[in-house]
């Protein structure tokens, strides 16, 4: 009897999968990382809702960024938060690492200076990655078209409206 298996039952690990260096991911520069920006992402901030996610997400000012050129140098930072109502570690930490993934995968807009905060609903657990990853880019292409129309509302609207009289 031989101890060795033979070859039709050797497998490789991680088959048709790039291996990836951990710096390689998702840098700290593009991460919300302190509780006050998530505190203030959703207390100023808008709301897109989506099947499998809601994305949160507020444009810091430009007299901010340009103060803390440290933390706020890159146009746009993300942060997840992922609620214990969603189910084990196991699965928390699932959802995560496919959000962060599909983020990685759909290139944000690099002009706006903007936090995101994404929160999955546990549907994310059982939706077909695709449709996580075309969810994330639509959040992306729909959180640009509103800040867009924000800088045109705010450059076409530059005179002061002048109060009516007082009655």
Not at 63 to 78: E, N, Q, Y
Request: proline residues 7%; positive net charge.
């Amino acid at each position: 009897m031989s101890a060795v298996a033979p070859e039709s039952h050797k497998r490789e690990p991680h088959q048709g999968v790039a291996p990836q260096s951990a710096k390689a991911g998702f840098p700290r520069r593009l991460r919300l990382l302190r509780h006050a920006d998530f505190d203030r992402v959703y207390e100023l901030g808008r709301r897109h809702f989506s099947a499998s996610l809601t994305v949160f997400y507020w444009a810091r000012p430009e007299a901010d960024s340009a103060a803390k050129k440290s933390v706020g140098s890159s146009g746009l930072r993300i942060g997840f938060t992922v609620g214990r109502a969603l189910g084990g570690a196991v699965q928390r930490n699932r959802m995560k690492r496919r959000l962060r993934e599909a983020v990685r995968l759909s290139p944000p807009p690099a002009g706006p200076k903007v936090d995101v905060v994404i929160n999955p609903k546990k549907s994310l657990l059982s939706a077909d990655f695709a449709a996580v990853l075309n969810e994330v880019r639509r959040a992306f292409v729909v959180i640009e078209q509103k800040l867009a129309g924000n800088a045109e509302g705010k450059s076409t609207s530059g005179a002061k409206k002048s109060p009516g009289p007082v009655s």
